[in-house]
């Protein structure tokens, strides 16, 4: 890894830390507050919402030179957020706190995404650079789980929310502190021969770019499932905040370690198999979850569900920056679709989620979510295989 990726690295680590710490106390407040689990399920779901709704307009309004000023306000906003969720005593406040929250998580990660490949060095391999980038947001994601589950249990809720807010200011400094300008790539600004946008919106449509959005979709929908019914999961047989915090944070560590490795293991295989047979598995592996009640085999089974999704979610990374013709989409358009397939996982999970919890128990999300998900991934798929063979019959 050259060092002007590390620096590329650093700052988006300290955004998914900020984001996490907050973000892995919520079903708990949630449940401290007393909503129902099918009302926790559509609350949580409101973020992802929103944070879709923001892909789209921050990939059309990416630009490189403007990119670090969109990204601080972004960072800055999802601070401000966190902070007001020690405020929100009931639901309708939650809701708008959270929508608000997803609307910034959404404008920031896009931002960066696109910002990052963009300043990558000429001379970088993209896909370890890709395998270093979501292994570095795993790495964000298991410390800001161990940290907000550690926090809210020896000091409550509203001191968890508040030290996020925190963390934004060092987000936002760590990314002006550590880049020039206009970041490491600055000298190649892709700007010419690009399409129209109804013309992207053609080419993003293609069976190979499809596929990588029905797996983006169904990686989101059971990881943001298991990752809220987890930790109620944990509360319902007796587990403590910090032993569900350890075990998020065990679950992120596992992809912060697999995801920089699977780019090599990516190379030899290839991402398509991978990404096909890697979910189904991840799926087995969470329908095993009900079958114990201790906190180390629990925390067994759902990290070995996470070295499945590191090593899908690269391959699919890998895909993504393979499959799009980068001469015809743009950089931040394409950045916009990948993350808002995986916001719309996120939006189902928790909702799907809630109401089986609802109807068959908190036990059951993880059989029949895990079970429907694969049945429903699997016809996606055979859906696009379907549809390549036609157009290549066509022709």
């Not at 106390?25 to 992802?48: E, K, N, Q, T």
Request: glycine share 12%; charged share 10%.
């Amino acid at each position: 890894m050259k060092l002007s990726t590390l620096k590329l690295l650093v700052p988006i680590v300290s955004v998914t830390i900020q984001s996490n710490s907050a973000s892995t106390i919520i079903p708990p407040y949630l449940d401290h507050m007393r909503f129902p689990v099918a009302a926790i399920g559509m609350l949580i779901s409101l973020g992802p919402v929103l944070a879709l709704m923001s892909r789209l307009p921050m990939g059309m309004a990416y630009g490189q030179a403007r990119a670090r000023v969109l990204v601080s306000l972004a960072v800055l906003a999802m601070g401000c957020t966190n902070f007001l969720y020690s405020f929100a005593a009931d639901g309708l406040t939650f809701a708008i706190v959270h929508s608000l929250n997803g609307f910034s998580y959404g404008a920031a990660t896009t931002l960066y995404m696109a910002f990052y490949v963009d300043s990558l060095a000429p001379d970088e391999n993209r896909n370890h650079a890709i395998g270093y980038y979501v292994g570095s947001l795993a790495l964000g994601y298991s410390t800001g789980n161990f940290i907000g589950g550690l926090i809210a249990d020896h000091w409550g809720f509203g001191a968890t929310f508040q030290l996020a807010a925190l963390l934004s200011l060092v987000s936002v400094a760590l990314l002006w502190f550590l880049h020039g300008p206009t970041g490491a790539g600055s000298g190649k600004t892709k700007d010419k021969a690009k399409l129209t946008s109804k013309e992207s919106f053609k080419v993003l449509l293609e069976p190979k770019l499809c596929t990588v959005v029905i797996v983006a979709l169904f990686l989101n929908l059971l990881h943001q499932m298991g990752g809220v019914f987890i930790s109620l999961y944990g509360l319902a047989v007796g587990m403590s905040l910090t032993q569900i915090g350890v075990i998020r944070a065990a679950y992120a560590g596992c992809n912060a370690v697999t995801r920089p490795i699977s780019g090599h293991v990516v190379n030899k295989i290839g991402h398509r198999g991978l990404s096909y047979f890697g979910l189904p598995l991840q799926s087995l592996i969470l329908m095993l979850v009900p079958l114990f009640t201790g906190f180390g085999p629990i925390l067994i089974v759902y990290v070995a569900s996470g070295f499945m999704r590191a090593i899908v979610v690269v391959a699919n990374a890998v895909g993504l920056v393979e499959d799009v013709p980068e001469s015809r989409v743009r950089r931040g358009l394409a950045s916009g679709v990948y993350n808002a397939a995986g916001d719309l996982g996120n939006i189902l999970g928790p909702a799907i989620g809630g109401f089986i919890a609802h109807a068959t128990g908190i036990a059951s999300v993880f059989v029949i979510g895990s079970l429907g998900s694969t049945a429903l991934f699997l016809l996606g798929v055979l859906f696009v295989r379907r549809l390549k063979q036609n157009e290549g019959s066509r022709v």
